[in-house]
T-cell receptor, first 112, second 116 residues
Framework: KQEVTQIPAALSVPEGENLVLNCSFTDSAIYNLQWFRQDPGKGLTSLLLIQSSQREQTSGRLNASLDKSSGRSTLYIAASQPGDSATYLC???????????FGKGTTLSVSS | GAVVSQHPSWVICKSGTSVKIECRSLDFQATTMFWYRQFPKQSLMLMATSNEGSKATYEQGVEKDKFLINHASLTLSTLTVTSAHPEDSSFYICSGEKGSTYNEQFFGPGTRLTVL
């Protein structure tokens, strides 16, 4: 069964820290992987999409890496800010035309 | 990016009634659309996959007669919750796949359903 796992489930850090969120997936033959942010009671905000042929993607203070052979992706957030507090979701698409499958998310809290 | 809208953004209904949620891709054609459900403090769970002009494919445990999905055009899909009950109260999110090099999925803002 194709599954996505995220560790840790929750993380609290002081402002300014660099942090890493982890995502692992079964079946390394993925099509693409996407990281999302979700604020409480809101919809999804797409952060980064990594194609299966790519190793990493960067956007501002965010960097996502992909290691298909080990079935892992990481989301690196540099110089965290209170505004980064949200739930971060990792999702994997295994074939075009099929749905993204989501992990349970990591809830991040950044204190000032 | 691309834009997906959902209507309504929230709805409250009485138990036993039916509710229809619309999902539109505003600036692209979505051959495939997906419907997800999210319960409080949980992640998104895929309910069904629909292709334009075809019957939807439902995930295990999702009642197809209760959650009616119609994908009548490349820009519109609807989810009808029939005979809604309080346990159907949830956040429903639709997504359209944009056929391109990346086959990226774009998500609607979600519809919060509360069944009294």
């Amino acid at each position: 069964k194709q599954e996505v796992t995220q560790i840790p489930a929750a993380l609290s850090v002081p402002e300014g820290e660099n942090l890493v969120l982890n995502c692992s997936f079964t079946d390394s033959a993925i099509y693409n992987l996407q990281w999302f942010r979700q604020d409480p009671g809101k919809g999804l905000t797409s952060l980064l999409l990594i194609q299966s042929s790519q190793r990493e993607q960067t956007s501002g203070r965010l960097n996502a890496s992909l290691d298909k052979s080990s079935g892992r992706s990481t989301l690196y957030i540099a110089a965290s800010q209170p505004g980064d507090s949200a739930t971060y979701l990792c999702a994997v698409k295994w074939r075009a035309g099929t749905a993204l499958i989501f992990g349970k998310g990591t809830t991040l809290s950044v204190s000032s | 990016g691309a834009v997906v809208s959902q209507h309504p953004s929230w709805v409250i209904c009485k138990s036993g009634t039916s509710v229809k949620i619309e999902c539109r891709s505003l600036d692209f054609q979505a051959t495939t659309m997906f419907w997800y459900r999210q319960f409080p403090k949980q992640s998104l769970m895929l309910m069904a996959t629909s292709n334009e002009g075809s019957k939807a494919t439902y995930e295990q445990g999702v009642e197809k007669d209760k959650f009616l999905i119609n994908h009548a055009s490349l820009t519109l899909s609807t989810l009808t919750v029939t005979s809604a009950h309080p346990e159907d109260s949830s956040f429903y999110i639709c997504s359209g796949e944009k056929g391109s090099t990346y086959n990226e999925q774009f998500f609607g803002p979600g519809t919060r359903l509360t069944v009294l």
